[in-house]
């Protein structure tokens, strides 16, 4: 029994459900594999460390945060619409509403300021923007501020965002740690001043809190004798009431003082670039956490992956990876945002970059991951690019991710169905033939049928027999941007009992010939929990207790890369 | 969005969301903003969700998101995690341990918690997710990885824990709490 075969009989088992045979397997490998005995010693100590009820204030803590969640989301709704509308009213009413803006946002700072005017040092200083029509302006300078100092939302900034950076709390030891903490600190301002749709405010030690949609607070301690800085920036939505405070992000940096980046690559030495542990590379790294995990998508990153997608001059794997990396933050936008976000990969720019991909990729898992990641994208431009590949592709796995595009999306089109109805008729494989029928038929009783009788049908070869069924566990649990998969296999609850006995009969052999169909076997199992009959019985038996002479080599005959 | 439906649909879930962001963070307090998270972020969309369909599975699935792809580009950050002071592994491991005890239990558990802090956040969740008893099937469900993938992404998961305790040996860079 190999390593990998023993992970995944432990994590497809259920407690006590183990074959003896599997079992004592499983005990003998144990016995002689250290790498395998530390992980699963390791694990089971994580396993076992205890989990604290849940305390009693937070179901509270939660209803109160959400009813001013729900005010915060119609404010901004709103705010699209009253910006528009500025903009068409013209610059009259612009500057009334800028001042109503401000008024609004600054309320309790100018309230403080105002009644408290010995306070020391109450400020916040704006050095992104320019200030609004009647309002005080502010400089570039830290300055303190008075009651005609105040933040301002600007309407002409539509959708900016308004950051609020809490004066550095400094905890260093010795004048080279301050050093190294403060260019971190100036780094991390500059970084987010270049940053777009920000509006990024410093505030000066004592400030009255000040309304924001994020608030960042870094504390920072540098060491010249350890050579070391840490750097603790915390990103939360600051509360203004007695609701607690939104946490976005918490992280602890640490870097040196005086790092040997001449060591580095070539390309890494440029601090500018993140890769340098000194206090500016790791302040861009922070810059770039927050601008692709916290704020919502920004255009220029979005744009630079764009461009990589474009450039046909790169190969197809690495234009993927940046087609990938922009669904990536363009999901986390939508965590943030709601479903505001649209779909990052619908566009012109981005359709034409991916049909040249699709239409020129060698590899055809490449085509195929084009084509499926197109599902729920529905422009026009990608159907006849789509039509192509159904009906010439070579490889039956590029035809079919286009045949699933093209019935998830396009099938109102008169051509989508006539070439739907062609493959029905002509194309050499099964499963293309299969879900161009389920297309043309609607609903997915035929197709249920079609994957008992490809089990039943002992005329063909047993990776055919079991393709189908496959096909659709797989695609219930790869589901298009913004959509929410209910779960593995639903066409596996749908399997009659000669059908299952059939899967019974035919995946033993069709898992000693597929590393792919091994892994598949076990999860197949697992998604049957449940329920039981004589052939499931005899699936989870094969299992547990793979005979050898009909599973040589099993599910750990190969390593992991 | 009215507070009966939250109440209906994600209240009963509050005790399992909390016990699987526990095991996700390590941390009582974190634990808890990230709950807060998932139920701010769930709040907007509860509209759209079918009673009748795994709210369970879905409010896990935005709290693993929120969780995985809210740092996704932190992984490549030194980044290490300030235990609290009253809540770390130690307590957990060892509630009532003799002095000896005590200071064994305490190395081990800052080292699994440094290891843990440093482990992927995409392994972290799975590792996560299993040792709160949920299923391939179910952890298919909320974080979107097929099935056979899945299997060997726990695996690697393992691997990668054990690989971080190991390069745990050296001690870390410069532990903030201890400085000051």
Same mark, same amino acid.
């Given at each position: 029994?190999?390593?990998?075969?023993?992970?995944?009989?432990?994590?497809?088992?259920?407690?006590?459900?183990?074959?003896?045979?599997?079992?004592?397997?499983?005990?003998?490998?144990?016995?002689?594999?250290?790498?395998?005995?530390?992980?699963?010693?390791?694990?089971?100590?994580?396993?076992?460390?205890?989990?604290?009820?849940?305390?009693?204030?937070?179901?509270?803590?939660?209803?109160?945060?959400?009813?001013?969640?729900?005010?915060?989301?119609?404010?901004?709704?709103?705010?699209?619409?009253?910006?528009? #509308?500025?903009?068409?009213?013209?610059?009259?009413?612009?500057?009334?509403?800028?001042?109503?803006?401000?008024?609004?946002?600054?309320?309790?700072?100018?309230?403080?300021?105002?009644?408290?005017?010995?306070?020391?040092?109450?400020?916040?200083?704006?050095?992104?923007?320019?200030?609004?029509?009647?309002?005080?302006?502010?400089?570039?300078?830290?300055?303190?501020?008075?009651?005609?100092?105040?933040?301002?939302?600007?309407?002409?900034?539509?959708?900016?965002?308004?950051?609020?950076?809490?004066?550095?709390?400094?905890?260093?030891?010795?004048?080279?740690?301050?050093?190294?903490?403060?260019?971190?600190?100036?780094?991390?301002?500059?970084?987010?001043?270049?940053?777009?749709?920000?509006?990024?405010?410093?505030?000066?030690?004592?400030?009255?809190?000040?309304?924001?949609?994020?608030?960042?607070?870094?504390?920072?301690?540098?060491?010249?004798?350890?050579?070391?800085?840490?750097?603790?920036?915390?990103?939360?939505?600051?509360?203004?009431?007695?609701?607690?405070?939104?946490?976005?992000?918490?992280?602890?940096?640490?870097?040196?003082?005086?790092?040997?980046?001449?060591?580095?690559?070539?390309?890494?030495?440029?601090?500018?670039?993140?890769?340098?542990?000194?206090?500016?590379?790791?302040?861009?790294?922070?810059?770039?956490?927050?601008?692709?995990?916290?704020?919502?998508?920004?255009?220029?990153?979005?744009?630079?992956?764009?461009?990589?997608?474009?450039?046909?001059?790169?190969?197809? #794997?690495?234009?993927?990876?940046?087609?990938?990396?922009?669904?990536?933050?363009?999901?986390?936008?939508?965590?943030?945002?709601?479903?505001?976000?649209?779909?990052?990969?619908?566009?012109?720019?981005?359709?034409?970059?991916?049909?040249?991909?699709?239409?020129?990729?060698?590899?055809?898992?490449?085509?195929?991951?084009?084509?499926?990641?197109?599902?729920?994208?529905?422009?026009?431009?990608?159907?006849?690019?789509?039509?192509?590949?159904?009906?010439?592709?070579?490889?039956?796995?590029?035809?079919?991710?286009?045949?699933?595009?093209?019935?998830?999306?396009?099938?109102?089109?008169?051509?989508?169905?006539?070439?739907?109805?062609?493959?029905?008729?002509?194309?050499?494989?099964?499963?293309?033939?299969?879900?161009?029928?389920?297309?043309?038929? #609607?609903?997915?009783?035929?197709?249920?049928?079609?994957?008992?009788?490809?089990?039943?049908?002992?005329?063909?070869?047993?990776?055919?027999?079991?393709?189908?069924?496959?096909?659709?566990?797989?695609?219930?649990?790869?589901?298009?941007?913004?959509?929410?998969?209910?779960?593995?296999?639903?066409?596996?609850?749908?399997?009659?009992?000669?059908?299952?006995?059939?899967?019974?009969?035919?995946?033993?052999?069709?898992?000693?010939?597929?590393?792919?169909?091994?892994?598949?076997?076990?999860?197949?199992?697992?998604?049957?929990?449940?329920?039981?009959?004589?052939?499931?019985?005899?699936?989870?038996?094969?299992?547990?207790?793979?005979?050898?002479?009909?599973?040589?080599?099993?599910?750990?005959?190969?390593?992991?890369? | 969005?009215?507070?009966?439906?939250?109440?209906?649909?994600?209240?009963?879930?509050?005790?399992?969301?909390?016990?699987?962001?526990?095991?996700?963070?390590?941390?009582?307090?974190?634990?808890?903003?990230?709950?807060?998270?998932?139920?701010?972020?769930?709040?907007?969309?509860?509209?759209?969700?079918?009673?009748?369909?795994?709210?369970?599975?879905?409010?896990?699935?935005?709290?693993?998101?929120?969780?995985?792809?809210?740092?996704?580009?932190?992984?490549?950050?030194?980044?290490?995690?300030?235990?609290?002071?009253?809540?770390?592994?130690?307590?957990?491991?060892?509630?009532?341990?003799?002095?000896?005890?005590?200071?064994?239990?305490?190395?081990?558990?800052?080292?699994?918690?440094?290891?843990?802090?440093?482990?992927?956040?995409?392994?972290?969740?799975?590792?996560?997710?299993?040792?709160?008893?949920?299923?391939?099937?179910?952890?298919?469900?909320?974080?979107?990885?097929?099935?056979?993938?899945?299997?060997?992404?726990?695996?690697?998961?393992?691997?990668?824990?054990?690989?971080?305790?190991?390069?745990?040996?050296?001690?870390?860079?410069?532990?903030?709490?201890?400085?000051?």
């Amino acid at each position: 029994m190999k390593c990998l075969e023993v992970s995944l009989l432990l994590d497809s088992s259920l407690p006590g459900s183990l074959g003896r045979a599997q079992h004592d397997a499983i005990e003998a490998h144990l016995s002689t594999c250290v790498a395998c005995r530390e992980d699963w010693a390791n694990w089971r100590e994580i396993s076992a460390l205890a989990v604290p009820a849940m305390p009693e204030g937070l179901r509270a803590r939660i209803a109160a945060v959400l009813p001013a969640q729900r005010r915060a989301a119609s404010r901004t709704a709103l705010r699209p619409l009253l910006a528009g #509308g500025v903009l068409l009213a013209g610059a009259a009413l612009a500057t009334t509403l800028a001042l109503r803006f401000a008024r609004q946002n600054t309320e309790h700072v100018a309230a403080s300021a105002a009644g408290a005017s010995t306070a020391p040092t109450t400020g916040i200083v704006d050095e992104s923007v320019a200030p609004a029509a009647g309002v005080a302006s502010t400089g570039n300078d830290r300055q303190t501020q008075g009651a005609s100092a105040q933040p301002v939302r600007t309407v002409t900034q539509r959708g900016a965002l308004m950051v609020v950076v809490m004066p550095l709390i400094d905890n260093s030891d010795d004048e080279a740690g301050k050093a190294a903490v403060q260019v971190f600190h100036a780094s991390l301002l500059d970084g987010l001043r270049r940053l777009p749709g920000l509006r990024v405010m410093e505030a000066v030690a004592g400030a009255a809190e000040v309304a924001a949609d994020y608030r960042i607070t870094l504390t920072g301690q540098g060491s010249a004798s350890a050579g070391k800085f840490v750097a603790d920036v915390k990103v939360e939505k600051p509360s203004t009431g007695p609701i607690p405070n939104v946490s976005y992000l918490q992280s602890l940096m640490a870097g040196d003082i005086e790092p040997d980046c001449a060591r580095l690559p070539a390309r890494a030495r440029d601090s500018a670039a993140g890769d340098c542990a000194d206090p500016a590379g790791l302040a861009h790294k922070m810059i770039e956490t927050l601008r692709t995990t916290v704020f919502p998508p920004d255009p220029l990153l979005s744009q630079q992956l764009k461009d990589t997608l474009a450039n046909s001059a790169l190969d197809a #794997g690495a234009r993927l990876q940046a087609m990938e990396e922009l669904v990536w933050v363009h999901r986390n936008g939508r965590v943030i945002v709601g479903n505001a976000d649209p779909n990052p990969l619908a566009g012109t720019d981005v359709v034409r970059s991916a049909i040249d991909v699709g239409m020129s990729a060698k590899d055809p898992a490449h085509r195929a991951y084009v084509w499926r990641s197109m599902r729920g994208v529905r422009e026009a431009a990608l159907v006849p690019a789509l039509l192509a590949t159904l009906e010439r592709d070579p490889d039956p796995s590029v035809r079919v991710a286009a045949a699933v595009t093209l019935d998830a999306d396009y099938l109102d089109r008169p051509e989508v169905r006539v070439a739907f109805e062609g493959a029905a008729r002509t194309d050499s494989r099964a499963l293309v033939r299969a879900l161009a029928q389920r297309a043309l038929a #609607g609903g997915d009783a035929g197709w249920r049928e079609h994957i008992a009788a490809s089990l039943r049908d002992t005329t063909l070869a047993d990776a055919e027999r079991i393709e189908a069924l496959f096909h659709d566990m797989h695609l219930a649990t790869t589901q298009p941007f913004g959509s929410w998969s209910p779960g593995p296999s639903l066409a596996l609850q749908y399997l009659d009992e000669p059908a299952m006995e059939a899967l019974a009969e035919v995946l033993p052999r069709a898992a000693a010939g597929s590393p792919v169909i091994r892994m598949g076997t076990v999860t197949l199992v697992s998604a049957l929990e449940g329920r039981d009959g004589p052939a499931i019985r005899a699936l989870r038996e094969f299992v547990n207790n793979p005979a050898p002479a009909v599973m040589p080599g099993v599910i750990g005959a190969r390593a992991p890369p | 969005m009215d507070n009966k439906r939250f109440s209906n649909l994600v209240e009963p879930h509050l005790d399992a969301l909390f016990r699987a962001a526990y095991r996700l963070t390590r941390n009582r307090a974190d634990a808890q903003d990230l709950v807060q998270d998932t139920c701010v972020r769930a709040c907007a969309r509860l509209d759209l969700l079918d009673d009748s369909g795994p709210v369970k599975a879905w409010l896990l699935r935005v709290m693993h998101n929120l969780f995985v792809d809210g740092v996704r580009r932190e992984r490549s950050s030194p980044v290490t995690r300030v235990a609290e002071a009253g809540d770390s592994m130690a307590q957990a491991i060892c509630p009532a341990p003799t002095p000896e005890q005590s200071l064994d239990s305490r190395q081990r558990a800052a080292q699994i918690e440094r290891a843990w802090s440093r482990l992927d956040r995409g392994h972290r969740a799975l590792l996560a997710l299993r040792a709160e008893g949920y299923t391939l099937a179910e952890i298919s469900a909320i974080t979107h990885i097929a099935m056979d993938a899945l299997t060997m992404r726990l695996y690697r998961a393992r691997q990668s824990l054990t690989r971080c305790l190991h390069e745990d040996q050296a001690p870390p860079a410069m532990p903030m709490e201890a400085a000051r």
